[in-house]
């Protein structure tokens, strides 16, 4: 997989002033919705005992949306660079988390985000950001989630401050390409890159939860980067295509992600505190469920780096 650098443009910070999102040159604004005065409750934490803590905040009230049509293109890169943007133009960050550490479809659904198709957040696979600028007599907060499908990453930004004249600024980056060759591992590549893998060559039966005969090469390799790894965790993720219910979906998604546990465990000596299983059912889909080849897609159990160091 290639990796892209981006090239930030960092501007200095300045009063009554949104953030200049510097993003990939395919980024294009899918959707702005602002209120001159309203208030926004910018989460400081994740969704823990019911809730997610929060700070008021009041002012202009902007939700702008982004789609990056870059296929390959990570999460955890994306929300890198604008962090180091926000940062740049004197920006705090209060507060950042990755899917299941900020509560997951919890988390997802109890902050406001702008409607499909034009912000599609990945169940699996999200990121927030929240910040803080006091650069003038009213402060500016800012929130970030980043997302991604197939082939596009989404990112949406809250923006809380004084009135602004123009729409929030989009600057574009510039890419270059990794000349190097991808390495023979490509289940350690992925997760290094992109902090997760799905495992393509698993076969399941039939509406089964059991895991078919056979080593599986992906299952290898991810035992080995495990174990050279002693400090990573990893969960594995169940999904499958939107066919039946959503419950009878999750509950299947999630057995098969605890077959392939128990498998990587007992054929492969996997250290069990390494792992854990869940799945989403149809939730998180990579495709369409309206084709056969992309509900073939969807049937898939991804493994997701969990440990932070």
């Keep these: 997989m290639k990796r892209l650098a981006i090239a930030l443009l960092l501007a200095a910070p300045a009063a009554h002033a949104a953030p200049t999102l510097s993003l990939p040159p395919s980024a294009a604004r899918t959707v702005e919705d602002s209120t001159r005065m309203g208030s926004y409750a910018l989460p400081i934490g994740p969704w823990e005992n019911g809730k997610i803590e929060t700070v008021a905040t009041e002012g202009e009230v902007t939700q702008t949306a982004w789609r990056i049509r870059e296929g390959d293109l990570s999460t955890m890169a994306v929300l890198k660079h604008l962090r180091e943007q926000l940062r740049g133009e004197g920006f705090e960050v209060l507060f950042e988390c990755d899917t299941d550490a900020c509560g997951g ?28 600028r006091v650069a003038g007599p009213e402060p500016d907060y800012v929130s970030l989630m980043v997302s991604r499908s197939a082939d596009s990453g989404f990112v949406q930004m809250v923006r809380v401050g004084a009135a602004l004249s123009e729409p929030v600024p989009i600057a574009k980056a510039n890419f270059t390409a990794r000349t190097a060759a991808p390495g023979p591992n490509a289940v350690d590549d992925e997760l290094t890159t992109a902090g997760k893998v ?24 991810l035992a080995a980067f495990l174990k050279a790894n002693p400090d990573k965790t990893v969960a594995l993720v169940g999904h499958t295509d939107a066919e ?42 990579i495709a369409s469920n309206l084709t056969p080849e992309g509900r073939t897609q969807n049937r898939r159990v991804e493994a997701m780096i969990t440990s932070t160091q």
């Design 198 to 221: 799905v495992l393509d060559d698993l076969d399941f039966g039939s509406g089964s939860t059991d895991l078919g005969e056979g080593r599986f090469a992906s299952l290898a390799a």
């Design 105 to 132: 479809f919890d988390f997802r659904f109890g902050t406001p985000v702008l409607p499909e198709p034009e912000m599609h957040v990945d169940l699996g696979d999200f990121r927030f950001l929240s910040a803080r």
């Design 244 to 285: 039946g219910s959503l419950a009878g979906n999750v509950a299947l998604s999630r057995k098969r992600a605890q077959s392939v546990l128990e498998r990587l465990v007992a054929l492969h000596g996997v250290d069990p505190n390494q792992l854990s299983a869940d799945g989403v059912g149809f939730l998180s889909p």
